[in-house]
């Protein structure tokens, strides 16, 4: 048992959410250095080169020089194993990334310095919130001209409502970038541009030593002491608790590019967040060292190696201990079952594993058998974990194939890649599967899909706009849909569960549905 929670406690399992081009792909390669998962990181913006980002691995993703899945991956530091779910942070980004925050315990929240608060990080954010998820925020590109810090901690704040306490402070942005002043230590840490190698040159000088005067000059020296004073005046006091609720964010200034500030940040990073927290089943919580192993499905991956036309279940092990081999039972599916080809995922690389635990995530072959949101448990000890939300998608079009022969292809495709949750399916009432509306969060998914049909189902298919902006799932069961009072350019519809829904081009439409259809209940997202 000791053992067991030992495990446990090495463990912190964390995303990294932020709007394109923030740099997070950057910086999760960087802490990937520092474990060494990896010995040189990919440049991201040299994917015309033949070393792609570690972290992306579709073809699609090759090409653009973006994250369009989430990748998991693994590595040890100092002692700690960490889980790193890498969340897209393109603005076409899916479903896929909110799921993915329902797996993490913390999140990393990567804001451009010279941008601040950005609408993905504003989405991604609010799921953080609706988790109470502890957010630790990274301000990368210091190494660039940037905004004012205090303008970008107001921003922050704002924007997204959440306190926040700089752990470190910026010395100059840009060209005049000197280094930053660690709050804790009260010293200060001048770093050089390094070009990606792990070891850093690293100098730490005393905040009133007269060599820091010398490197950053009079001017820059002063401004630095205003500062501090100024923070430790007003700002907010720093409070784990507070933090640890979701209601504090830690602010750490730096340059993931230049490697600067990454490994403090990732050393701090794990003094400030938890080992694996207790989960919410139906019937209570689930401690993560109990001896009973429990996991749940949040993401399912098909085709992630083409010659092998596999389905990989990715699940995050909420309690116990997994071994390969081992019984389990299935919730959903009502019957016991063996885990097969258990395997811990690198991108592309994969590791049969023999063992994983409480916090980690694992990646299991599906014969198409789990959904997202599913539980796995031990045979003997039943439990089952809330389903996940299904979020709204934003944006809608009419999809059919080309070639009506090729229909069962078209409706497996479709069918598959829905399941793995990046597109969401609805039907018009009383339609057949020949003809689909196909719902996404964010509109890249609808290349990816037309990519994904044609490459691997061999599926031409016709796509239409259409000028719906808002959804909504029918919360009531005995109202008569075909019936409903609604504006002309309301759509009834379902999804491929039998629920029924309505697809709105505005929010007048969705107020005269309210206004004219007595007791009618709506809600944003559905249950899985």
């Known amino acids: 048992m000791n053992d ?3 495990e446990i406690n090495k463990r912190r399992t964390f995303a990294i959410i932020s709007h394109p ?5 950057t910086l999760t390669e960087k802490l990937l250095l520092y474990g060494g998962a990896i010995n040189l990181a990919g440049s991201v913006k040299g994917k015309r080169t033949s070393k792609h980002a570690v972290s992306d691995w579709m073809e699609i993703e090759k090409q653009r020089g973006i994250s369009v899945t989430s990748s998991v991956l693994q590595f040890k530091y100092n002692g700690y194993c960490i889980n790193i779910l890498d969340t897209p942070g393109h603005q076409d980004f899916s479903e896929d990334t909110y799921r993915t925050l329902m797996a993490a315990d913390s999140a990393v ?3 451009d310095g010279s941008k601040g608060v950005e609408n993905q990080t504003i989405k991604l954010f609010k799921v953080c919130v609706m988790r109470n998820i502890p957010i630790i925020t990274f301000i990368n590109k210091m190494d660039r001209d940037s905004k004012n810090p205090f303008d970008l901690l107001e921003d922050i704040e704002n924007v997204l409502g959440i306190h926040t306490c700089p752990m470190n402070w910026p010395i100059g942005s840009g060209k005049e970038f000197k280094g930053v002043y660690e709050r804790k230590s009260k010293s200060v840490l001048a770093f050089t541009a390094n070009n990606g190698q792990k070891e850093v040159e690293k100098k730490v000088i005393d905040v009133n030593s007269p060599e820091l005067k010398e490197i950053v000059g009079e001017y820059k020296y002063q401004d630095l002491i205003d500062e501090i004073e100024l923070l430790d005046g007003a700002g907010d006091d720093f409070d784990l608790d507070a933090v640890q609720k979701g209601e504090l964010t830690p602010v750490f200034f730096g340059s993931a590019l230049t490697n600067f500030g990454v490994e403090p940040f990732l050393e701090e990073f794990l003094n400030l967040t938890t080992p694996p927290l207790p989960r919410e089943t139906l019937e209570g919580k689930v401690e993560p060292t109990s001896d009973d192993f429990s996991a749940f499905v949040f993401k399912i991956q098909a085709n992630m190696n083409k010659a092998h036309r596999d389905r990989i279940a990715f699940m995050r092990i909420c309690s116990g201990k997994f071994k390969k081999d081992m019984e389990v039972f299935h919730v959903q599916g009502n019957k016991k079952m063996r885990l097969s080809q258990p395997q811990q995922i690198m991108a592309q690389e994969r590791e049969v594993i023999e063992e994983a635990y409480a916090g980690d995530i694992i990646g299991v072959f599906d014969p198409g058998i789990f959904s997202i949101g599913d539980t796995i448990c031990t045979a003997g000890n039943k439990v089952q974990f809330k389903g ?6 934003e944006h809608f ?5 080309k070639d009506t022969m090729k229909r069962k292809q078209f409706i497996k495709g479709t069918s598959q890649i829905a399941q793995e949750g990046a597109i969401q399916i609805f039907q018009e009432l009383d339609a057949g599967m020949e003809e689909v509306i196909v719902g996404v969060v964010g509109v890249l998914q609808f290349d990816v899909l037309k990519y994904r049909l044609e490459n691997e189902y061999n599926v031409d298919i016709i796509m239409e706009n259409l000028p719906f902006q808002f959804i909504r799932w029918i919360v009531n069961d005995d109202v008569d849909v075909k019936n409903l009072n609604l504006a002309s350019d309301t759509k009834r519809i379902q999804d491929l569960k039998g ?10 439409s969705i107020t005269w549905a309210m206004e004219h259809n007595e007791g009618l209940k709506l809600q944003e997202f559905g249950n899985n």
Do not use: Y
């Open 4 to 6: 067991l929670i030992n």
């Open 21 to 25: 081009d923030a740099g997070k792909t």
């Open 388 to 393: 996940i939300p299904t979020f709204a998608p």
């Open 397 to 401: 079009c009419r999809v059919r194939q």
């Open 109 to 111: 929240m990567v804001i």
């Open 499 to 508: 629920n029924h829904l309505l697809l709105f081009t505005s929010e007048w």
